[in-house]
């Protein structure tokens, strides 16, 4: 499968009276045309920061390296006028709090107009009958389009953004935590929506962000795993969940409430300690202070990244590297 976005050694990072905070440091990844590849990992991990950095990047935020290619061109090197012709119509992002993304003062319809008029439409009757179509095709009523956000539940809400931000057909969807506010029942729906979205050749290819490896066993073709703005693991949904490579991957799945059927035979516990601070990490594996199968060689040199499977990598000593030579 061709790729459609390429992410080489990226590095993002915010500017703080402390110092910088590196919340991106030197991630690689890359998504494929037709998938979607979920993104996983701890609150504070780097999720956000990682996907808004290939659309909203801005102060604090920094590019400080790498760069991330996008049918042919580098996301990190777009004017902010490229970068506006291309948001909604090739790369689109579903916000985390979607519920509330919506400028309150403009109905929908007008939202959709403003949004299309500066991508070039000129045809507001041909845009409203396609944000109508849409709006059924999510089993909203086309009345939606008439009303202001605040007059929608907040389940309507999601949908009506699920809409806007996919109404123009992008290459590359980004949704980052949008099912995290919401309760299961409408997760589904949601779930169900994105897969709709992919059948239907409405977006080609999907990035799924949220901190719930569960949500991802249900979506995601393939995982990548963050541990404090570095690439943990990166492989295969089924593999990743029912074989994980990385100690720390183990410990997410290990933490979960329920995983399906693959869950069954864990036992629910947290993982112990807490994140490293970004702003002074350390210097060998970001995982050692928490790791339970942490060697003296962890602490000091940070671990490459080995091949354990079929498109299946993982970042630790535990595979290679200085341990084995
Ligand atoms: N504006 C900012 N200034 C300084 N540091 C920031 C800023 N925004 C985020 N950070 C830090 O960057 C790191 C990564 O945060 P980020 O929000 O990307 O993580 P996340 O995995 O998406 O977490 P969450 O799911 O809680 O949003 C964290 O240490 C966070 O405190």
Redesign the pocket.
């Given at each position: 499968m061709t790729a459609i976005l390429d992410v080489r050694n990226l590095k993002v990072y915010?500017?703080?009276p402390m110092g910088f905070?590196k919340?991106?440091d030197g991630v690689s990844f890359d998504v494929r045309k037709g998938e979607v590849f979920g993104i996983a990992?701890?609150?504070?991990?780097?999720?956000?920061?990682?996907v808004?950095s290939l659309i909203l990047r801005k102060p604090?935020?920094i590019h400080m390296g790498g760069e991330a290619i996008f049918k042919g061109r580098d996301l990190m090197k777009l004017s902010k006028e490229e970068e506006r012709k291309i948001k909604y119509t090739e790369l689109s992002i579903i916000p985390?709090y979607a519920m509330n993304a919506l400028n309150p003062t403009k109905k929908i319809k007008d939202i959709v107009w403003d949004l299309a008029r500066e991508h070039g439409a000129e045809d507001r009757e041909e845009v409203e009958k396609l944000l109508r179509e849409r709006l059924r095709m999510v089993k909203l009523s086309d009345k939606v389009a008439d009303m202001y956000p605040v007059e929608l539940s907040g389940g309507m809400r999601q949908r009506a953004t699920m809409v806007v931000s996919t109404l123009m057909n992008p290459d590359l969807l980004i949704a980052?935590?949008i099912t995290?506010a919401l309760d299961v029942t409408t997760q589904r729906v949601v779930l169900e929506l994105l897969h709709y979205f992919m059948k239907e050749g409405i977006v080609k290819s999907i990035i799924f962000?949220t901190?719930d490896l569960a949500l991802l066993d249900k979506i995601a073709d393939r995982v990548m795993v963050?541990y404090a703005?570095k690439v943990a693991e990166i492989g295969p949904t089924e593999e990743i969940i029912d074989s994980p490579a990385h100690p720390y991957t183990s410990l997410l799945i290990e933490s979960l409430p329920k995983i399906g059927v693959h869950y069954k035979r864990a036992k629910l516990k947290g993982i112990p300690g807490t994140?490293i601070?970004?702003l002074n990490p350390p210097k060998g594996c970001r995982f050692y202070p928490r790791c339970p199968y942490a060697m003296e060689v962890c602490q000091r040199v940070e671990p490459g990244v080995f091949s354990v499977g079929d498109d299946h990598i993982v970042a630790c000593h535990l595979y290679g590297g200085e341990k084995n030579e």
């Open positions: 915010y500017r703080t905070v919340a991106v990992g701890e609150s504070g991990c780097g999720k956000s920061t990682l808004h604090p935020m985390q980052d935590e995290s962000v901190h963050l703005g994140p601070s970004l």
